[in-house]
């Protein structure tokens, strides 16, 4: 028996029924010379025609090889000898009681975008053709195969701009994908690891980004940017694909090579501002006990510096701290009122400093 091939859309000639394809009815000269038309467009899955006895009857699993009928000294091997394998392609097999056989096309290119129908013909002990099943079609395929590596053309650091209200970031030209290709959108990994650059399974998911808009990575996912920092990036493309349930589903691609850049902090950062915790106070004499002084970072691996205001209304440096260090400063005591029973009163504040020098220009005082 032969099962065929079709690849290109004929539904025009043909009508539906049962989710199959068959020639109108009422067959005349004209339907008779469509008919003929139609079956001389099918060509053979399989070069030669499968016999039934040689089918092999062991599952559904087909295999996709060379049909083996030589032995390696190119004599004919017997039907019995274990290499003999005449149709890979097909397999027989039994389900509820009834008796199948299956045939696997593997000579599809699911790259393309062509539309295929199927038909069955048998084929007697002399030679005679059957007449051709019904068609069934059109069979479409899902593009599984991953599109090619995002080409990264350029890359650029973003700067911030208070006043257009631009986020710093790294933003990336592609080259351009055909739209035949379906790559909807790009996702962008990064690192400030060298070695975790080697893999996409070692970097952060900064994202997935719609082609459709620029392609920019703000670093949304963190709390500051990397400043001043080596960042490793690699691509991925992602091709939009339905798949067999009839859900859209995205296929990466492999990633592209890795390439480099920095973002830089061109803007003075916040002052942070101080919180405070006072253990316990006393009433003679009026004094403030165990009391800690704590804020939050304002920028990315910055320093800060506490100050307090002397008697004489200067700033007096008290501690200076780094990024790396616990932001608390502690006072076992600080007293309330001076010798003439004046209130006193304490004056802090803390001064940023970031990773690339610039300094805090606002002051948030904290007055005890």
């Known amino acids: 028996m032969f099962i065929s091939r079709h690849v290109s859309p004929i539904s025009q000639a043909l009508t539906s029924r049962d989710g199959g394809w068959e020639v109108p009815s009422g067959e005349t000269l ?110 479409f395929l899902v593009n599984t195969f991953p599109p090619e590596a995002p080409g990264i053309r350029k890359i650029e650091t973003v700067l911030t701009d208070q006043y257009l209200e631009i986020s710093p970031g790294i933003k990336f030209e592609i080259n351009p994908y055909f739209d035949s290709e379906e790559v909807k959108k790009v996702r962008i990994y990064r690192t400030i690891e060298k070695e975790s650059s080697e893999s996409v399974r070692t970097m952060q998911l900064a994202g997935d980004y719609d082609l459709t808009t620029p392609i920019k990575d703000e670093f949304t996912d963190l709390t500051f940017p990397p400043f001043g920092k080596d960042i490793y990036y690699r691509l991925v493309a992602l091709r939009k694909i339905k798949n067999e349930f009839e859900e859209f589903e995205y296929v990466p691609s492999k990633p592209s090579e890795t390439r480099i850049a920095k973002v830089v902090d061109n803007i003075n950062p916040p002052s942070p501002e101080i919180l405070v915790n006072i253990g316990a106070t006393q009433v003679i004499p009026p004094q403030l006990q165990n009391i800690d002084l704590s804020w939050a970072e304002t920028c990315y691996e910055g320093k800060y510096s506490l100050y307090k205001m002397s008697d004489s209304g200067f700033w007096q440096l008290v501690e200076q701290f780094n990024f790396t260090d616990t932001l608390i400063y502690n006072y076992s005591t600080l007293d309330k009122e001076d010798t003439d029973g004046d209130t006193i009163y304490h004056r802090f504040k803390v001064v940023a400093e970031n990773a690339n020098g610039l300094l805090s220009l606002d002051e948030k005082i904290l007055v005890l």
């Open 30 to 139: 004209e339907g008779r010379k469509m008919r003929k038309a139609v079956e001389a467009e099918f060509i053979p899955v399989f070069p030669q025609p499968a016999l039934h006895d040689f089918i092999k009857n062991d599952g559904t699993s087909a295999e996709n090889t060379k049909p083996v009928i030589r032995d390696k000294d190119d004599s004919f091997l017997k039907p019995t000898h274990a290499d003999f394998n005449p149709f890979p392609s097909v397999r027989r097999f039994t389900e509820s009681s009834k008796n199948y056989i299956r045939f696997t096309d593997f000579g599809l290119d699911g790259g393309t975008k062509n539309i295929y129908f199927y038909c069955l013909q048998e084929m007697s002990e002399k030679l005679e053709y059957g007449e051709m099943s019904e068609i069934l079609g059109p069979v």
